[in-house]
């Protein structure tokens, strides 16, 4: 079956502009994660969602960062005013169940550069 | 913020010698879970191995969980040029992955 994609696969933007960062999971996997990783660091954890609602977004930097999964599959990473700092690749992830007992599938990322 | 470190960070072999590569963590955990990176795109996910277990095998992949010690380790027997990559452990507590810096190797032909 398919796996995670996101959409676009890469995005460049200029500073201050608005970002929408796009996830389809796997069909059927009810948890949902956002990732993002500079270059040469490993990823750092955003949010998390377990349905349709938010569970964990102890992650998210500040709140120019916004994520919606409002039928509990598609998700939307939201980025607002975005800064020269933002530029990473955002990593989006799904699992059948909440990760404390399984598998996080990832999906190829965005790459997100603001000049 | 980082939960572990690998170690090394960057590891330089032949092909056909095994690579290893350890994780550190700081807090206690559920699973354990090794993933290889490509080109610094996503990430394919190699093994889970719980808290409950101490071992788990997956064709050339060995890794071990000394909850004890707060490490893991992640063996890759007889190498190829296709195992170039980054490697990251990532801990699971409450639902999300916490990763550590990663270890880049490379298998020389």
């Known amino acids: 079956g398919a796996g995670v994609s996101q959409t676009p696969s890469n995005k460049v933007t200029e500073k201050g502009k608005y970002v929408e960062l796009r996830c389809d999971p796997i069909?059927?996997?009810?948890?949902l994660y956002w990732y993002r990783q500079s270059l040469g660091q490993g990823p750092e954890f955003l949010i998390y969602?377990?349905?349709?609602?938010?569970?964990?977004d102890s992650g998210l930097p500040n709140d120019r960062f916004f994520a919606v999964r409002p039928e509990g599959s598609v998700s939307t990473l939201k980025i607002q005013r975005t800064e020269r700092g933002d530029s990473a690749v955002y990593l989006c992830a799904s699992s059948l169940r909440p990760s404390s007992t399984d598998t996080q599938y990832f999906g190829p990322g965005t790459r997100l550069t603001v000049l | 913020s980082q939960q572990g470190e690998e170690d090394p960070q960057a590891l330089s072999i032949q092909e056909g010698e095994n690579a290893t590569m350890n994780c550190s963590y700081k807090?206690?955990?559920?699973?354990l879970q090794w993933y290889r990176q490509n080109s610094g795109r996503g990430l394919v996910h190699l093994i889970l191995?719980?808290?409950?277990?101490r071992e788990k095998h997956s064709g050339r992949l060995r890794v071990t969980l000394d909850t004890s010690k707060k490490s893991s380790s992640l063996l890759i027997t007889a190498s190829r040029a296709a195992d170039t990559a980054s490697y990251f452990c990532?801990?699971?507590?409450?639902?999300?992955?916490?990763f550590g810096q990663g270890t880049t190797l490379q298998v020389k032909p």
């Open positions: 990532g801990t699971v507590n409450t639902g999300k992955l916490i």
């Open positions: 807090t206690s955990i559920n699973n």
């Open positions: 069909s059927g996997h009810t948890a």
């Open positions: 969602f377990q349905g349709t609602g938010a569970a964990d």
């Open positions: 191995i719980r808290s409950n277990e």
